[in-house]
């Protein structure tokens, strides 16, 4: 198991990973975000990669101190073998590496069965409600 950043050739598996797993409701926002995010630092887009296949991936972003991480997702017959966990290690040490002190996700409250893998990993769930406006261009 290979945990590394993005490479041009991972964009096709990376679009089919979010379809198996359901992240693809909003598939161009996705896409749109993940090309923005390509541009200003593919270091923080990650794969997991097994015997040459990518097999997970995700996303992250830095303000300041505080980072992001979000479409984290390991194809649906490799979960639960520690890929999704390593991932997000290695997102945190990214994070790390470029003097991030906290890390911030959301879950969709529709996703409630991901909660404890994101508990074991050390994440606290917060008090706050999260309030977002498209801006039209
Ligand atoms: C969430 C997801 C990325 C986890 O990846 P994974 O490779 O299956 O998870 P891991 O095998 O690394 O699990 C890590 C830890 O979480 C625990 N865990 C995982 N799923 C769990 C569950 N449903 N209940 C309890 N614990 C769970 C595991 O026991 C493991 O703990 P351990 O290392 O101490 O044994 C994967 O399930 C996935 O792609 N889900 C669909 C997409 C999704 O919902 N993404 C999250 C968007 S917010």
Redesign the pocket.
């Known amino acids: 198991m290979l945990i590394r950043s993005f490479r041009l050739g991972d964009y096709s598996a990376i679009t089919r990973i979010w379809q198996e797993?359901?992240?693809d409701r909003a598939e161009t926002e996705s896409l749109d975000a993940l090309a923005t995010q390509l541009a200003w630092d593919s270091e923080l887009v990650m794969v997991a990669e097994q015997d040459g296949e990518v097999v997970?991936v995700v996303v992250g972003t830095i303000d300041g101190t505080r980072a992001f991480f979000?479409?984290?997702?390991?194809q649906?017959e490799?979960?639960?073998?520690?890929?999704?966990?390593?991932?997000v290690e290695a997102i945190e040490n990214r994070f790390r590496q470029r003097g991030v002190n906290r890390v911030l996700?959301?879950?969709?409250q529709a996703?409630h069965?991901?909660l404890?893998?994101y508990h074991?990993?050390g994440y606290e769930v917060q008090k706050y409600v999260t309030l977002s406006k498209k801006l039209s261009s």
């Open positions: 797993t359901n992240l997970g979000y479409r984290l997702a390991v649906p490799l979960q639960g073998h520690g890929i999704g966990r390593k991932l996700i959301m879950v969709n996703n069965e991901v404890p893998f074991s990993l």
